[in-house]
């Protein structure tokens, strides 16, 4: 097993001085991560979340999609592939393609990611699409998961806006009932 990991281990430093938007890279990275076992495929993937979030938060998305593929492609049977499918999400949601980042934060919900961060993200994306009702639901669900308040309420203003005294008629029926 050491034997292994040693050629693991050297396998990833070339990979990892290649050039990230070589795909021979990315095929060498594939092959590492097939020969590894459920635990260490776990690290992996936390890794990959990691390094795909650093490349988000130095806005290089193209590389951050790679990466978070990447580690979805290898691992999406894993419950830490969550935040892969949530990072994917966001990547989606900042390049302004919120169909695509709908689907991908469901998954991140249902692996367990999140909730706090995924739903308000999810609530964009809807209002953004046109879908009030779904958006007003998942600020529901985001305020009962604890989501940081602050980042709701623009998204709440919104929604109002749009569907203004049915909601407020909504709202009284479901206080009263």
Not at 60 to 87: C, K, M, N, Y
Not at 122 to 148: K, N, P
Request: with cysteine; net charge negative; charged share 30%.
């Amino acid at each position: 097993m050491a034997g292994r990991l040693e050629q693991a281990r050297a396998f990833l430093e070339k990979a990892g001085a290649l050039d990230p938007a070589d795909p021979e890279s990315w095929q060498n990275l594939g092959a590492v991560l097939q020969s590894l076992g459920r635990p260490e495929r776990a690290r992996l993937l936390r890794a990959l979340a990691a390094l795909g979030d650093a490349y988000l938060c130095n806005r290089q998305t193209e590389w951050a999609e790679d990466v978070l593929r990447l580690g979805i492609q290898f691992g999406q049977e894993l419950d830490e592939s969550g935040p892969l499918f949530g990072l994917l999400g966001h990547a989606r949601l900042v390049t302004e393609r919120y169909g695509e980042a709908i689907g991908l934060f469901r998954r991140a919900i249902a692996l367990g990611d999140d909730k706090r961060e995924i739903l308000p993200e999810l609530a964009r994306c809807f209002v953004e699409r046109g879908r009030y009702v779904a958006a007003m639901a998942c600020l529901a669900e985001a305020r009962a998961a604890g989501a940081d308040e602050e980042r709701l309420r623009e998204l709440d203003a919104r929604v109002e806006k749009v569907l203004g005294p049915a909601l407020t008629r909504y709202r009284s029926l479901m206080t009263a009932g």
